[in-house]
Nanobody, 121 residues
Framework: QVQLVESGGGLVEAGGSLRLSCVAS????????MDWYRQAPGKQRELVAT???????NYAESVKGRFTISRDNAKNTVSVQMNSLKPEDTAVYYC???????????????WGKGTLVTVSS
């Protein structure tokens, strides 16, 4: 069993910055891919950024040049630095991880409960 806990959401003015972090905890697991998704009211959940265990990174076109994803494999964490925030970035941001159980070798997807980012004006 793996738990993902996000932190860092809050209220920020347009043009400001926030840093979101996600910590994976549990035992006997290895994370292959960690991602950030977001879901605005009335909209579908969308991928914001993804990073593999080998460091391959992809961003949604809407956040390129503004968001930076990073991970610390030793600490099983993933973060996203969000700069030049826009009102349209307002959403609940969710951490996701594709995890392999190192005992059973089974793969599972885990989701955090989300952290709200609100960008004003």
């Amino acid at each position: 069993q793996v738990q993902l806990v996000e932190s860092g959401g809050g209220l920020v003015e347009a043009g400001g910055s926030l840093r979101l972090s996600c910590v994976a905890s549990g035992s006997a697991f290895s994370i292959h891919v960690m991602d950030w998704y977001r879901q605005a009211p009335g909209k579908q959940r969308e991928l914001v950024a993804t990073i593999s265990s080998g460091g391959r990174i992809n961003y949604a076109e809407s956040v390129k040049g503004r968001f930076t994803i990073s991970r610390d494999n030793a600490k099983n964490t993933v973060s996203v630095q969000m700069n030049s925030l826009k009102p349209e970035d307002t959403a609940v941001y969710y951490c996701h991880a594709a995890v392999r159980n190192t005992v059973t070798w089974a793969y599972m997807d885990y989701w955090g409960k989300g952290t709200l980012v609100t960008v004003s004006s």
